[in-house]
């Protein structure tokens, strides 16, 4: 390196530090976007593949439950004719 050079990185010091810590600063940037953009992408396609049958079994689960009620409710209504009519019949 020349006397020239020398005194031009001496002199513009401050500059190169900055653009070093500024090159340094948007590489981290960069690799944190990509590192959160890969996690993203594998939580996606972590709840794509699991939490399809999640849904399912929870949708049998409701299923199993509306045809529990369904038959309660059928029951009581049997019931409640049978009342109904007998205080319907004239003695």
């Known amino acids: ?18 653009l070093a810590a500024q090159a ?4 981290t940037a960069g690799a944190s976007i990509l590192a ?8 996606v396609y972590i709840m794509e593949t699991r939490g399809a049958e999640y849904t399912v079994d929870r949708m049998n689960k409701f299923d199993n439950r509306i045809t529990v009620l369904e038959q309660k409710i059928e029951g009581g209504l049997a019931r409640l004719e049978r009342v109904v009519d007998q205080f319907m019949k004239k003695p």
């Open 36 to 43: 959160y953009m890969v996690k993203l992408e594998t939580r």
């Open 1 to 18: 390196m020349s006397a020239e050079q020398k005194n031009w990185f001496r002199d513009n010091s401050t500059l190169i530090y900055f």
């Open 24 to 27: 340094i600063a948007f590489g």
